[in-house]
Nanobody, 133 residues
Framework: VQLVESGGGLVQAGASLRLSCAAS????????IGWFRQVPGKEREAVSC????????FHAEFVKGRFTISNDIANDTVFLQMNDLNAADTAVYYC???????????????????????????WGQGTQVTVSS
């Protein structure tokens, strides 16, 4: 299984970007894909997740309606549409595969404690998103 992210770049505050996560391997539709982000010296944090088989989505609190996660099952790709970007969104964004959107709680925002992260078994190499203010 390989996951390849693309779509990152340098944009100004208020702009939009669409990240892609292209997957290879079998049974894409049976898995979930989560997006995470990380800045140097900080913990990797969960952003959004989609369960491909049923289309259920989950988002972190800081997304606040700005991001949308979607999939293209026919092409084994998951997208993260990010609108109204701000400097705090600057990070390397990673996508990762899991059997479902593994998270801290069945209710509430999308949060993934470090102890749960091992259930995301394949990760992409990351794509840099830089937002200038």
């Amino acid at each position: 299984v390989q996951l390849v992210e693309s779509g990152g770049g340098l944009v100004q505050a208020g702009a939009s970007l669409r990240l892609s996560c292209a997957a290879s391997g079998r049974a894409f539709s049976s898995y979930a894909i989560g997006w995470f982000r990380q800045v140097p010296g900080k913990e990797r944090e969960a952003v959004s997740c989609i369960e491909n088989s049923v289309g259920k989505t989950f988002h972190a609190e800081f997304v606040k309606g700005r991001f949308t996660i979607s999939n293209d099952i026919a092409n084994d790709t998951v997208f993260l549409q990010m609108n109204d970007l701000n400097a705090a969104d600057t990070a390397v964004y990673y996508c990762a595969r899991a059997p479902w959107c593994v998270r801290n709680s069945d209710s509430g925002p999308y949060l993934v404690h470090q102890s749960l992260r091992f259930q995301y078994d394949y990760w992409g190499q990351g794509t840099q998103v830089t937002v200038s203010s």
